[in-house]
């Protein structure tokens, strides 16, 4: 008899929107607007810190909860940025914000608890809570909503065996930022039903001016429900050094360093000191990529307009959704035909749930040119199929 993979682990969803990358990586020339990275390098200033690290040597283990200045200076950009107060030791460091919400949810779920997503969600949360042996309960934020969450749908989903409510602001894939209102409303159903709340803000610092931060969770529900989860990834262009941060109750984060110390032992040493940086120096080029994603938006929008492509105006991250039913394709038939015939790569909507199954997810992290020339080429195949 040959061994066997664990059910739970084989019945796990894999990314649709990895799927997608791996399929792109072969064509060359291709168009690629389902890009969930930015298209800028690395601050300079933050890869020479990590240059330093690696010729002084400082390349050893640190404890698996992060260096301990590094969680200092988080405390302190929470405050300045998020304007939440919490302590060095309500910090956990993470293998980006992938693995905080990771940590979080294998910290509060047993087998068989039902967790509410937002529908369209981010596909890797449906991995992570397949994973823990979580079931994914969803609730909508649907276009007509400009993507806000369904308070009432989220409201009824919860059950007995409901133990924690994600939220996602910003969104991707929309790109959705919620108010302070709706973050009170969704902490007050959390409270009435004694829920965690998983607030995934990895793109905090990612949103339309005037503001330069978007709301967080845990200003405006009881901090002590709520786990958050950020990163390094977005706002400072450090997808692949692989660095994010998660603060909770000091009991929280210290059940979730049993998670990060079964998978990690500790963050990359030179990853952790390249982020003291990007937190101590220039932030400049946090201003200059926000600009060039709403600017990005911006033009898009015109576009898509000129073409009678509807879609969303996002506040924050960088994707909107296009709506592409008037060709009667369903987003991942169009998706594939666009690619093949086209040479454009978008994501599509059903990666992310059901709301979104009839949009294609633009990234705008990607040159002005090939965001007008991926969207004529969306518009040609809208238009040769709408009758
Ligand atoms: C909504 C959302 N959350 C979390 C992440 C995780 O980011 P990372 O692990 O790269 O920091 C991503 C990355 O694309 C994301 O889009």
New binding site residues.
């Given amino acids: 008899m040959s061994p066997s993979i664990a059910r739970h682990i084989s019945a796990a969803p894999t990314s649709g929107?990895r799927d997608i990358a791996a399929r792109v990586a072969s064509l060359p020339d291709c168009i690629r607007l389902e890009v969930?990275?930015p298209d800028f390098r690395t601050p300079q200033h933050i890869c020479d810190a990590a240059k330093r690290a690696i010729d002084e040597g400082r390349h050893g283990y640190t404890p698996t909860q992060g260096i301990g200045e590094l969680r200092e200076l988080i405390a302190a950009k929470v405050a300045k940025v998020n304007d939440l107060t919490i302590e060095p030791e309500q910090v956990l460091l993470?293998?980006?914000?992938?693995?905080?919400?990771a940590d979080a949810v294998l910290a509060t779920c047993e087998p068989g608890d039902e967790v509410l997503i937002p529908d369209p969600y981010?596909p890797?949360?449906r991995t992570i809570l397949a994973v823990a042996g979580a079931r994914a309960v969803r609730y909508s934020c649907r276009p007509e909503w400009d993507y806000q969450p369904d308070l009432d749908q989220l409201r009824d989903g919860v059950t007995p065996r409901t133990k924690a409510i994600v939220v996602?602001s910003p969104?991707?894939?929309t790109g959705a930022v919620y108010p302070a209102s709706t973050l009170a409303a969704i902490g007050e159903i959390a409270a009435a039903h004694g829920l965690w709340v998983i607030s995934?803000e990895?793109?905090d610092q990612i949103v339309a001016p005037p503001s330069t931060v978007a709301p967080s969770m845990a200003t405006f529900a009881d901090p002590d429900r709520v786990i958050t989860?950020m990163?390094?990834?977005?706002t400072y262009a450090m997808?692949g050094w692989?660095?994010?941060y998660g603060f909770a109750t000091t009991e929280a984060v210290s059940q979730m360093l049993k998670v990060a110390d079964a998978h990690n032992s500790c963050i990359n040493t030179i990853s952790q000191l390249a982020a003291i940086e990007a937190l101590t120096g220039p932030q400049d080029a946090v201003v200059t990529m926000n600009t060039a994603y709403r600017a990005r938006a911006e033009l898009a929008h015109r576009e898509l307009e000129a073409l009678g492509i509807p879609h969303n105006r996002p506040d924050g991250?960088f994707y909107l959704l296009a709506d592409i039913s008037a060709s009667h394709f369903g987003s991942a038939a169009f998706s594939a035909a666009l690619l093949r015939d086209h040479s454009v790569a978008v994501t599509p909507g059903s990666a992310f749930g059901s709301v979104s199954e009839k949009a294609v997810r633009i990234s705008l992290a990607s040159s002005e040119a090939d965001l007008v020339e991926g969207i004529h080429r969306i518009g040609k195949l809208v238009e040769a199929f709408a009758r």
């Fill in positions: 929107v969930g990275q993470g293998n980006g914000g992938t693995s905080l919400l981010w890797t949360l996602n969104n991707n894939p995934d990895c793109y989860a990163a390094f990834s977005k997808t692989r660095i994010g991250a």
